[in-house]
């Protein structure tokens, strides 16, 4: 629906880092959440998308367009989204729905009084990196060389990084760190990984997240043991996945979004954070790259695909 075609509606902007086909099962539990409120697209409120198409230096002006179009309040999808939005408006109530710790990258000053006119729902993803690190290790414990695979252009990569590396030096690893922010870097980053380490974690980002079953389909094709954060990761041929549910944020921060156009205000919203941790293995993909899961790893995961 065209955003403008109702003035009377309410109007979310949408601020994805990614694209719309990428983020269709999210902004669905955005949306599930937001008629929990009250609220539904084509009768009392409308919608306006403003993708970056995995190009994070667009979302500056992306947020400043939909400030000018003055919507009555914006869904960041994401981190880099985000921050984008908080720079361009101190006034129209921002939600997010993110992976890392809203207060460390500056989004709110607390997690139980946000202040301000940003609040919303994180599941803390990033800060879960070393221990990807660590169930890689268990999976491969011969192994003395694992990579990391992140995004440069996104502002959390340095957090991701160095907790990264900071857990190799702990288990004694060498860790190789690979960059892409392209299919193209992807592809190559899998072709030239695959001869010279063990096995990969790859960090958090949109851009990762969005082609997280085309990832675990390399991982196999590549025969690079990697985890990722999300299910969608191992059912595609991932060897693990340790994470929270990106879908709980979303929805959580759809019932935030209603809440605000009914009155609320962002500053009294504190903050929803899961620390639910989901740890998924695929033996079909471990048998098939000849890996033997120790019974303690197996016996620890949430969820077997055989």
């Given at each position: 629906?065209?955003?403008r075609?109702?003035?009377?509606?309410?109007?979310?902007?949408?601020?994805?880092?990614s694209?719309?086909?990428?983020?269709?099962?999210?902004?669905?539990?955005?949306?599930?959440?937001?008629?929990?409120?009250g609220?539904f697209?084509?009768?009392?409120?409308?919608?306006e998308?403003?993708?970056?198409?995995d190009?994070y230096?667009?979302?500056?002006?992306?947020?400043?367009?939909?400030?000018?179009?003055?919507?009555?309040?914006?869904l960041?999808?994401?981190?880099?989204?985000?921050?984008?939005?908080?720079?361009?408006?101190?006034?129209?109530?921002?939600?997010?729905?993110?992976?890392?710790?809203?207060?460390?990258?500056?989004?709110?000053?607390?997690?139980?009084?946000?202040?301000?006119?940003?609040t919303?729902?994180?599941?803390?993803?990033?800060?879960?990196a070393p221990?990807?690190l660590?169930?890689?290790?268990?999976?491969?414990?011969s192994?003395?060389?694992l990579?990391?695979?992140?995004?440069p252009?996104?502002?959390?990569?340095?957090?991701?990084?160095s907790?990264?590396?900071?857990?190799?030096?702990?288990?004694?690893?060498?860790?190789?760190?690979?960059?892409?922010?392209?299919?193209?870097?992807?592809?190559?980053?899998?072709?030239?990984?695959?001869?010279?380490i063990a096995?990969?974690?790859i960090g958090?980002?949109p851009?990762?997240t969005s082609?997280?079953t085309?990832?675990?389909?390399?991982?196999?094709?590549?025969?690079?043991?990697?985890?990722?954060?999300?299910?969608?990761?191992?059912?595609?041929?991932?060897?693990?996945s340790?994470?929270?549910d990106?879908?709980d944020s979303?929805?959580?921060?759809?019932?935030?979004?209603?809440?605000?156009?009914?009155?609320?205000?962002?500053?009294?919203?504190?903050?929803?954070?899961s620390?639910?941790?989901?740890?998924?293995?695929?033996?079909?993909?471990?048998?098939?790259l000849?890996?033997?899961?120790?019974?303690?790893?197996?016996?620890?995961?949430?969820?077997?695909?055989?």
């Open positions: 629906m065209n955003a075609a109702q003035q009377a509606f309410p109007v979310i902007g949408v601020l994805g880092s694209t719309a086909g990428d983020y269709g099962p999210m902004i669905a539990a955005f949306r599930k959440g937001l008629g929990e409120t609220y697209e084509g009768r009392n409120v409308g919608f998308y403003a993708w970056a198409d190009h230096d667009r979302l500056p002006a992306l947020a400043t367009k939909l400030t000018e179009r003055r919507v009555s309040l914006i960041a999808a994401a981190t880099p989204s985000a921050l984008a939005a908080k720079s361009a408006t101190s006034t129209i109530p921002i939600v997010f729905a993110i992976g890392g710790d809203p207060v460390r990258t500056g989004l709110v000053t607390s997690l139980n009084s946000p202040g301000g006119n940003v919303g729902a994180a599941h803390i993803n990033v800060d879960t221990k990807r660590e169930l890689l290790h268990e999976l491969l414990p192994s003395t060389s990579g990391l695979l992140t995004n252009t996104n502002p959390l990569t340095p957090s991701v990084e907790g990264v590396t900071a857990a190799a030096e702990v288990l004694g690893l060498k860790l190789t760190i690979f960059h892409a922010s392209t299919d193209r870097e992807i592809e190559a980053t899998f072709k030239n990984a695959a001869g010279s096995g990969m974690v958090t980002d851009l990762f082609r997280a085309a990832l675990g389909a390399k991982s196999l094709e590549y025969k690079l043991p990697a985890i990722y954060q999300y299910r969608d990761f191992v059912a595609a041929g991932g060897t693990m340790y994470g929270g990106i879908k979303y929805y959580r921060a759809g019932v935030y979004a209603g809440r605000i156009l009914n009155g609320q205000k962002p500053a009294n919203l504190a903050v929803q954070l620390t639910r941790l989901e740890l998924l293995i695929n033996l079909k993909t471990t048998k098939a000849g890996l033997e899961p120790t019974p303690v790893l197996v016996a620890g995961a949430d969820e077997v695909i055989e």
